[in-house]
């Protein structure tokens, strides 16, 4: 069964979204890079989630943890789903994908699998 694993949020300006999100709401930023880092939720309870430059996914998306990309990806299919660009490595033993729902909606899968 799928699970909730994280959200990603685009930002158009990494530091003023960082703040926000800070100040508002108490997450607390770990940058990774200048362009991406993590945003923790308030006192390590809750979803965690990626701030990231605004690009290829315009909004927020909620990504879920699946058992296989696979099965996910053939069974969103058959019901009006389709997978948005390819499988990717995440490391070497996890995956991820976009795939857009019935209804348009871009959300995000992951999977604790071999990468090759």
Do not use: C
């Not at 959200?7 to 530091?15: H, K």
């Not at 308030?42 to 430059?53: E, F, K, V, Y």
């Amino acid at each position: 069964m799928a699970k909730v694993e994280h959200f990603e949020i685009p930002a158009d300006d990494i530091a003023r979204a960082q703040a926000f999100y800070s100040e508002v709401l108490g997450f607390t930023y770990e940058p990774w890079t200048e362009e991406m880092g993590m945003l923790r939720a308030p006192g390590g309870a809750g979803i965690n989630g990626d701030l990231h430059q605004r690009g290829a996914t315009p909004h927020p998306t909620v990504v879920f943890t699946v058992d296989r990309l696979e099965d996910t990806i053939e069974a969103a299919r058959a019901r009006g789903g389709e997978l948005i660009g390819s499988i990717e490595p995440m490391g070497e033993n996890a995956r991820w994908a976009y795939i857009r729902d019935s209804e348009g909606n871009l959300i995000g899968i992951y999977d604790e699998q071999p990468a090759g």
